[in-house]
């Protein structure tokens, strides 16, 4: 009985204490406490409703989003001297750059993060105007992995002369695809396909065709050795689950799947110049069925006052493009802008194949609005036969294409038509013979032309390989065509002739493709007869490239002769180098002979890890003007640690300009 006693005491004993817990706790839940429980709420229920598929990016760009730390601050240093020296003038400059950056994110990377940004650029010398210029923003995303999100954006620049101001808005909007992997959270709400239920009477067939009354009943012990055909049954199989995909309708199949708005707001002030520019874009992305379709809208307006003088305008503009079965690609494209005039104009076109047909259609409408208003349109189709499946009759290949389209401008009428067609014929591997032929007829007038040409092209080794030549200017690799393989020595010698007939009545135009050396077209009335002959030689001695181009043209306008000669090396082991040298000869009946020399190497090389040294030169030469131009540009760059180095010298012609730049980026958090 006592310790029964001793329990029930403890028992109102922690029930005395649990009542005073309930009252102290409804004496705790005040209006702040009650609000931040329920903007907590809010925010809880908000990243649970919203559906997880949605993304603003890949998902390597997600996932790293997602590891991002409480605190980042990195940034980097940029120190560069520059001096030029001109021979009259000796000016220099040393420039500062400080950049600093900070992200961070609040509660989670979920819901916002902001990344602030600081810049500070101190400029000294007499190349320039000396001071510092102060650049700082702040960028706030929220909800970056939910399928809308929207971001704030704000900078200031204070410059030497000027100051400007930039602020928008971006919102994103990313529809998630119904294509993609099921998640475990929409099993429950997928409907769950019957598997088909025929193995009873699969049993069924079997159980009848077993003979034997004295079998056992487990099949694999069919004893029977007259009729044992318990072997056919077919164990039950397990039924399958299958799920059905979401059902999807027209109007959600056809929404866009990433919609993008933005909107800008630039303020500059320059002296007593003042400068306002409002600018919003909206890009729709999407895609039903087999067609994807891109629309973009985007306008402009700014305001300038600069004194006495203002000025306004506007720009309107927004272009569509369609990628589907029939039209392979639709674009559309409509503007308007306003300003002392107003101009105004829509253009459409389509490209697409049929079969063994490739198409365009074109259509344009144009107009101005001032004191002499003018409008026009233009209407534009071709067909031509796709060049993976020519005509071929007898060894002949034939491509051969029809348009027809009509212009108006003003009072000015055209309606037009034209076909052309193409012939080639190899003979062997050495010989081609090409010709081709076009009219174009209309209400302005009629133009035609014809051409037809041989080439032979002696080889004597049939191996081939990839030509690289590196250009020293700006240090880049160019492929070109196939040559003969360097093997010992090797040459390959080209010849050609072309004559061509062209010419133009009434308003009509001629094609323009004239002659190639002197640019000649045909007038309108005048017929002309073109013939040109070319030769091409180039000879292989081991790594050296030795080229000759000679080309001449006769016309009934006049004649012309071009020769370029070429020689160069490039060796590609541990020191690059690539050194060749040219010359080339223009001689036009009407004008003076010019002549042109050149020269030009290039070497590279790695004189320890992580460092490069390049040394570029070129040398110029035109005659008779007798003027030269001579480039010597030698380059180090070096990344030492976490440090980057860059010094160059350049020489061109009497300016010589040094630079050095080090760059030092840094990561505290």
């Known amino acids: 009985m006592q310790h029964t006693s001793q329990r029930e005491k403890k028992a109102v004993r922690f029930g005395k204490i649990t009542e005073f817990k309930a009252r102290a706790k409804n004496k705790f839940f005040s209006a702040s406490t009650l609000a931040c429980l329920l903007t907590l709420l ?41 001096d030029k020296n001109t021979g009259t003038s000796h000016t220099n400059r040393f420039t500062q750059n400080y950049r600093l950056n900070f992200r961070s994110y609040v509660i989670s990377p979920r819901i916002m993060y902001y990344t602030i940004n600081t810049e500070f650029d101190v400029e000294t010398g007499n190349m320039s105007a000396n001071g510092t210029t102060k650049s700082y923003g702040i960028e706030t995303v929220f909800f970056p992995y939910q399928p809308f999100n929207f971001s704030l954006r704000a900078s200031r620049t204070d410059g030497i002369d000027y100051e400007m101001s930039t602020y928008g808005l971006s919102l994103t909007y990313t529809r998630r695809d119904k294509k993609g992997p ?271 040409g041989i080439s032979y092209t002696f080889r004597p080794r049939k191996g081939y390989n990839l030509n690289v030549e590196i250009d020293p ?49 045909p007038t309108t009335g005048e017929t002309l007869i073109f013939h040109s002959a070319l030769l091409n030689v180039n000879l292989y001695v081991g790594m050296l490239t030795f080229s000759s181009n000679a080309l001449f043209d006769y016309t009934n306008e006049g004649k012309n002769f071009q020769w370029s000669n070429s020689i160069y090396t490039t060796v590609m082991r541990k020191v690059g180098v690539t050194i060749g040298a040219g010359v080339g000869v223009n001689m036009p009946e009407d004008s003076d002979k010019t002549t042109n020399y050149n020269i030009y190497n290039l070497i590279t090389y790695s004189p320890w890890r992580n460092a490069l040294l390049r040394i570029s030169s070129s040398y110029l030469k035109e005659m008779p003007a007798n003027t030269s131009s001579l480039e010597i540009t030698p380059s180090l760059t070096w990344r030492w640690k976490r440090v980057f180095i860059d010094l160059s010298w350049t020489h061109r012609d009497d300016e010589d300009k040094i630079m050095l730049r080090v760059t030092r980026p840094f990561r505290i958090l």
Not at 70 to 75: F, H, I, T, V
Request: proline fraction near 3%; hydrophobic fraction near 30%.
């Open 42 to 82: 809010i925010v809880t229920l908000l990243l649970c409703l919203m559906p997880e598929e949605g993304n603003a990016g890949e998902m390597s760009d997600q996932w790293k989003m997602m590891r991002m730390p409480k605190y980042s601050l990195w940034g980097d240093i940029t120190l560069q001297f520059e």
């Open 182 to 452: 099921v998640k475990m959270r929409d099993i429950r709400t997928m409907p769950v396909r019957k598997p088909a239920e025929d193995e009873e009477e699969n049993t069924n067939k079997n159980r009848n065709s077993n003979l034997n009354e004295n079998a056992n009943t487990n099949a694999n012990a069919n004893l029977n050795e007259n009729a044992n055909l318990n072997e056919n049954v077919v164990p039950k199989p397990k039924p399958r689950v299958e799920l059905k995909p979401p059902s999807s309708n027209l109007f959600s199949d056809i929404l866009p799947r990433v919609v993008i708005f933005d909107i800008d707001r630039t303020d500059l002030k320059q002296g007593d110049s003042k400068s306002l520019w409002d600018s919003a874009s909206l890009r729709l992305k999407g895609s039903y069925a087999r067609t994807l379709y891109f629309w973009n809208f985007n306008y402009f307006d700014w305001k300038r006052d600069s004194g006495a003088y203002k000025e306004y305008g506007s720009d309107l503009t927004t272009r569509t493009s369609l990628n589907w079965s029939f039209f392979n690609q639709f674009e559309n494209y409509i503007y308007f802008k306003k300003n002392d005039e107003t101009t105004y104009g829509i253009t459409s076109s389509a490209y697409g194949s049929i079969k063994k047909w490739d198409y365009n259609l074109s259509a344009g409408y144009s107009g101005t609005s001032n004191s002499e208003s003018t409008q026009g349109f233009n209407l534009y189709a071709t067909i031509t036969r796709n060049g993976s499946s020519q005509f071929v009759y007898k060894g002949i290949d034939f491509n051969y294409s029809f348009s027809l389209g009509a212009n108006h401008t003003d009072s000015d009428y055209d309606l037009w038509a034209g076909a052309r067609i193409d012939a080639r014929k190899r003979l062997g591997l050495s010989t081609e013979l090409n010709s081709s032929a076009g009219i174009t007829g209309g209400t302005a007038g009629l133009a035609y032309d014809f051409r037809t």
């Open 473 to 521: 200017k700006s240090n880049t690799a160019t492929t070109r065509a196939l040559m003969p393989q360097v093997s010992g020595w090797d040459y390959s010698i080209k010849t050609g002739y072309t004559f061509g007939i062209s010419k133009a009545i009434g308003g009509r135009t001629g094609f323009g493709w004239g002659s190639t050396a002197t640019g000649v077209t």
